[in-house]
């Protein structure tokens, strides 16, 4: 079973351009989580979606990121215009439906690192 | 939001143990998380201890939870160098358990 992937493994873009990662979650995984870790911090929670709704977006830093989740599969994470600040890992994972059955199992990808210029 | 503390470091010579440890903010979290990360690799689950236990063995692997103190420690025995990895501590949200709160991670270099 292929686990979660992400694209690109690396991206390095000038401030103010625009960059779309993707992550591809384990086929029949409902969840899928966006993460971020910046400078070698904590890692921190982004948004969540359950199929293609957003169940929880409280980690979203502001306006410039925009996270789409088309048909309940793949997702994609747009930052524009990017910041100095923006720099760092961005990990996906996923999750079947607990349906009832915890503890909850996160599958993570390998990231993504996106340094900003 | 909540706060989960980690040393950023500890180095080990191959045979010891390792104790990794993790100060966490939020008494009500229901699950408490270890996470292992390999160079170039996403974050693999190594176990998880419910909140209600002390302690949780597995094979090398032992959890220590202190929920007066709010301190979970991972206790790698017999250490050896595919050991070597940044390990995260996590917790779940009281509010939503599908959100996790992870640490800064501790890089443990096992020497052999």
């Known amino acids: 079973e292929a686990g979660v992937t992400q694209f690109p493994s690396h991206s390095v873009i000038e401030k103010g351009q625009t960059v779309t990662l993707r992550c591809d979650p384990i086929?029949?995984?409902?969840?899928l989580y966006w993460y971020r870790r910046v400078m070698g911090k904590e890692i921190k929670f982004l948004l969540h979606?359950?199929?293609?709704?957003?169940?929880?977006e409280s980690g979203m830093p502001n306006n410039r990121f925009l996270a789409e989740r088309t048909g309940g599969t793949y997702s994609t994470l747009k930052v524009q215009p990017a910041e100095l600040e923006d720099s760092g890992v961005y990990f996906c994972?996923?999750?079947?439906?607990?349906?009832?059955?915890?503890?909850?199992?996160?599958?993570f990808g390998p990231g993504t690192r996106l340094l900003v210029l | 939001g909540e706060d989960v503390e980690q040393s950023l470091f500890l180095s080990v010579r191959e045979g010891d143990s390792s104790v990794i440890n993790c100060t966490y903010t939020?008494?009500?979290?229901?699950?408490l998380y270890w996470y292992k990360q390999e160079p170039g690799a996403g974050l693999q689950l190594l176990t998880y201890?419910?909140?209600?236990?002390d302690m949780k063995q597995d094979q090398r692997l032992t959890v220590l939870l202190n929920k007066k103190d709010k301190h979970l420690s991972l206790r790698i025995a017999d250490t050896q160098t595919g050991d070597s990895a940044i390990y995260f501590c996590?917790?779940?949200?009281?509010?939503?358990?599908?959100?996790?709160?992870f640490g800064s991670g501790t890089k443990l270099n096992v020497k052999p």
């Open positions: 996590a917790e779940s949200s009281p509010d939503n358990f599908n959100k996790f709160y």
């Open positions: 979606f359950v199929k293609e709704s957003k169940q929880d």
């Open positions: 994972a996923s999750s079947p439906l607990p349906a009832g059955r915890w503890p909850e199992t996160q599958y």
């Open positions: 939020d008494s009500s979290s229901t699950y």
């Open positions: 201890i419910f909140s209600n236990m």
């Open positions: 086929s029949g995984h409902d969840n």
